[in-house]
């Protein structure tokens, strides 16, 4: 247990490398919008009073203003995008880095799963980690733009209605319920695994690995888009809970097997 | 110490997602829709229900014994299995497995369904299984016994039905072995927005298994159930079509014939189909197979009673009425409906000029006979901003009993 605590914290110290970066720019982007975004109302509010118009027209200004930015919505994607981006570091830098790491790391006097286990973990501490800093970063620009739009023009929102109507990016990530945020947080978790064994296979079997690998990948989506229509569009009836918890289940069951097949080749196919 | 930072990632972690679940907030559903009764009888609106919708949250039921109740409200797996009308929640607690395969077979296309004394009818037809469109070729009648528990469902091969792109069920009626079905067949352009639509009445007869079908009106535009509720739908012998010449999305004035009449009649039983010629009243059918008209007239709201063809005015009544009611105003949506001889009037309204507030819906009672008012109130939405909605609206009024 020790080794593997030792492990994990060394994989999180790598990420968090490219994490805190990644989130202090998100947050300084996401707050230059509110600044700039309430400022800019207020400049709109001050042109209407000196035009002598009435103010009542002008609707209340609120943090949904600002959260269906485009600047804003792409702050978030950055974040989204660094979690891809590092999924394929974490392992490629192993082999194709300066000093062929992976040597090392499999040689290690420990059991080789924990290699996959801690460097799936990091993801989901890191996740949660992201996730945390954004709602938190939502409180913050609450408070700004309370303070810095006029008085009487300024709707305060319910923390968890910030994010604009039907805006999917923000939907996706911040569900209300705990069923939907274990099944969407596993949907992405199911991907990233789908996506090591796709990497294990190619460093495991070479040319041959890759097209295996992808495929074990792309498959991952495609079975789900399968299960989905499968479900929708059966003889049989189900209600849609039930779809839901089949959906989950196919999700859990993606890791599982993913766990497996990626604990199999680094015990005995890897290749270094 | 080398530690550190994983430990402080997982606490923020940890402690970031217990913040955010506790801090979703506990929705008190008496807040999001608050009924008062500011004149008249409260007794009234015993055994009544209104049916909304909070925009952009849930969609709500009011009834006397309940209260409110959202279906967003309710846990989430539950949620997503609640009808999303709620006349037919409350149909599906009494007949579950007569409702649960029209709402949950996602093969069965929209559905209309009867409530019949001691019978449960539903009508509908089922996509085809390799594409989503429409098979107008059958339609599906299954008809519930309430006392016995029998049920039978037939499949109706229709002959001669009219070719369009959607069929829709709008009326109907049965008088046990024959059942009436009032269609409407769309056909759409290009674009897909209605061009043309046909009207059609389709008669069955559960015993000898025939089937005849006669078509009413082809024209251009839309036809609709005049009280667009396909799950409350009560044995009356009597139909009122609305009509509208112009797809909704289209500017009026971009319309042709639109000085003909907007609303139809059909009698069931006796099979005549007449225009109704106020095209500004809007047409209602009371709890006894009357028919109603509420129209504007300056300052005044008349409440019209008709004979059964709609021809001739049988009674004419001045409505006394606390507040505004404006039927033809774009930004305010009355609804009608007629319990125990009583008429309730719901009209709900946005604020089309600041976009900002909620505005209640205004609800009046009225004796049908003399017109007088028997109770004023309002229901206001969202009082503690607990949701943030942006409009509530009521869509539907009905009797619980009733089911």
Redesign the interface.
Known sequence: MKKF??L??FE??RF?KFLVPTLLVTAVVQIFVTIFSSLKYNNELEKIIAQGEQL?????F?LQDITGNGIYQLSIMLIVLVFVFYSFFIWYREWLGKNTFIYRLLMLPTNRTYLLLTKSLVFL??G??A???Q??LYFIELKIAEWLVMDGHY?L?????VQP?YDLVQSLLFP??????ISRYSFAFAALMSLFVGIIIERSFGLKGLIIGASYFIGFFVLYALLDSLL??ASF?????QE??IMMVYQFLVIGISTFISHLLLKNKIKI | M??K??LI??L??????I???V???TINEEDLVKLTVEAGDEKLLDDVYFNGYLY?YSLFHWDSYEGVTANETLP???G??AAEDQSLRILQKDYPDFI??LL????INLYYVLNSGNRLLSGYFENYEDNYYVDASTVHLNILNKETNEEISEKVERENYPEGDQVDIVGLYEEYPVVKILYTTTSWNSEYSVEKSNLSVGEYNLETKNYKETSLLNDNGNFYDYSSNFYKAKNNKIQIINYYPYNVYDEPEETNGSNGPTSYLYHFVEDTFIPLKDSMAKYFIGNDNQVFSLTNEGEELILRQYNQTGEKVEQETVLDNEFPISLYEEDQYPIVEVINDRLFIAQSATDE????KILPTDLQVFDLHSGESLLTGKIDYDTA????ALEGYIDSIGKMSDF
């Open positions: 605590i030792s994990l914290s999180m110290n968090l009542e027209t002008i609707p209340n609120s501490i890191g949660l980690l996730f945390s800093f709602f938190g709707t929102l319910n923390i968890h209605n109507l209300t319920t705990l069923f939907q945020f929708y569009s009836i189900l209600r849609p809970s839901a918890i | 080398h530690k930072k994983l990632s997982s923020i972690a940890v402690f970031g997602i913040i955010y679940f801090s979703i907030p952009d989430y797996l539950e997503l299995d649960n395969p949950y077979d996602t093969n000029i600041s976009d900002q901003s607990e949701v943030n």
